[in-house]
């Protein structure tokens, strides 16, 4: 964390008032979820506060599948020293299989739990998609790889913001662990990549400047 506040600090006069705002308030949300790490439910809320401060854009615009994958594909071209690659396929692979497997961050089993798709939808949408992971993990396809987790991690944030959740429920621990354990590891590295490439990863005004309240 350190360094890579040192990065920022080096970096931050060649860069856009609005891309290191985007900078300042993801380490801000990125350093408090280390003081959480006694807390996966709050851990695991500020480390996507962090995610969403570097990467979201007008919330009058949703931020649909396609404008993800463009970042993430962006942030692997990036990746020169396989940084992300490093965290995928060899660092931490076991927590994201794990996470991959875990049927609770999958939507379609809660779209069938509140009868919006049959049991056989719900059957065929995860058979798909393991299918998809399976491939992604055959062929190290990093960017489909990251598309399903964050779609899977999107599925835990909404439990967790919309009060879908009990605080420290004992029913959602392995979840959130791996989801606070993946985050934790990409955040940094998505973070140095920008910091890296600012002239092209630039993405703009964040939703909420900063406004001086008299």
């Known amino acids: 964390m350190m360094l890579l506040e040192e990065i920022f600090?080096?970096?931050?006069?060649?860069?856009?008032?609005?891309f290191n705002l985007r900078i300042h308030r993801g380490l801000s949300w990125l350093k408090k979820s280390i003081d959480l790490q006694d807390d996966l439910d709050l851990q695991?809320?500020?480390?996507?506060?962090?995610?969403?401060?570097?990467?979201?854009?007008?919330?009058?615009?949703?931020?649909?599948?396609?404008?993800?994958?463009?970042?993430?594909?962006?942030?692997c071209q990036k990746d020169t020293e396989h940084k992300i690659y490093?965290?995928?396929?060899?660092?931490?692979s076991q927590p994201i299989r794990l996470f991959l497997d875990n049927p609770y961050v999958y939507q379609g089993f809660w779209d069938y739990q509140n009868q919006k798709i049959s049991?056989?939808?719900?059957?065929?949408?995860?058979?798909?998609?393991?299918?998809?992971?399976?491939?992604?993990?055959?062929?190290?396809?990093?960017?489909?790889?990251?598309?399903?987790?964050?779609?899977?991690?999107?599925?835990?944030?909404?439990?967790?913001?919309?009060?879908?959740a009990t605080y420290k429920s004992s029913v959602n621990r392995k979840?959130?662990?791996?989801?606070?354990?993946?985050?934790?590891?990409?955040?940094?590295?998505?973070?140095?990549?920008?910091?890296?490439?600012?002239?092209?990863?630039?993405?703009?005004?964040p939703f909420y400047p900063v406004v001086q309240v008299s």
């Open 44 to 75: 695991f809320i500020s480390l996507w506060v962090s995610f969403n401060a570097i990467y979201a854009q007008d919330l009058q615009i949703a931020q649909d599948k396609q404008s993800l994958r463009q970042f993430l594909y962006v942030i």
């Open 9 to 18: 600090k080096s970096k931050k006069s060649e860069h856009t008032d609005q």
């Open 119 to 164: 049991h056989d939808a719900c059957k065929e949408g995860l058979a798909h998609e393991k299918q998809k992971v399976l491939r992604a993990l055959k062929e190290k396809d990093s960017v489909d790889i990251l598309m399903v987790l964050f779609n899977r991690m999107y599925t835990l944030r909404n439990q967790m913001v919309h009060g879908g």
């Open 175 to 205: 979840q959130l662990q791996d989801g606070c354990t993946i985050l934790s590891a990409l955040l940094p590295v998505f973070m140095v990549i920008l910091l890296e490439n600012a002239e092209t990863l630039d993405l703009g005004k």
């Open 86 to 92: 490093n965290i995928l396929w060899e660092r931490f």
